[in-house]
């Protein structure tokens, strides 16, 4: 027992170390293709791949690291203050997976910004789809190893109430999630309807893993 601890306390510095990397890549990318930007970067794309938004140059290229900072900070501290936090202990290596997934898609979305705002024009819908499908697929892994705790996972008050019910519903949450990333894939084909794919599951299975948690809830309470 204390070893798997040890080994996912090691697991949880690695992933720490893979984000200061990447958090530093995106950091040295701002700096360095600073001079080289225009005035005003495109840092907002619709679902048809067409720019809708634009900032100045230093928040285009200075405003996702410095949100990524602060997201990594959080996630970071989850597993130090979260009542819980002797549950996340259990699956920390699949956290800790899923931290490192998530900085290396900000760092992707991040490169296509660069080179978009640099004149290498492509179509951001395509290009991001399945940097997406790989991320749903991780919060798949990530939730169907989830225990019961304050800040991470399918949090309902009857899932937070009881431990059974939290693990039916996490267990289904692992699919539901991995069924949004083979939508997201499939939606590659679609372009025009790319949103759908992955707006229509991901709200159907979000309705979905509410009402099965509280009718298993409610089998329990009986």
Known sequence: MI??????SIYMKKSLCYSVVILLLMFGAGIYFYPLMPEQIASHWNFQGEVDGYMSKFWGLFFMPLLI?????????VPKIDPKRINIEKFKDSYGNFIIMFNL???YIFSLT?????????DMTLSILP?????????????GKAKRNYMIGI??????DNDIVWDKTH???????????????????????????MFAPLILGI?????????????LDK
């Open 105 to 107: 898609f900000m760092l």
């Open 171 to 197: 267990k289904k949450g692992e699919r539901v999630f991995k069924i949004v990333a083979i939508a997201i894939l499939l939606g590659l084909f679609f372009k025009e309807y790319a949103f759908w794919f």
């Open 155 to 160: 949090r309902l008050p009857w899932t937070l």
């Open 207 to 219: 309705i979905y893993l509410v009402v099965y948690s509280y009718i298993e809830y409610k089998k």
């Open 3 to 8: 070893a798997e601890l040890l080994l996912k």
């Open 69 to 77: 900072l602060f997201v990594n900070i959080l996630m970071f501290l």
């Open 131 to 143: 940097a997406l499908a790989v991320l749903f697929f991780f919060v798949g892994q990530l939730v």
């Open 114 to 122: 660069i080179a978009w705002n640099a004149g290498y024009y492509f």
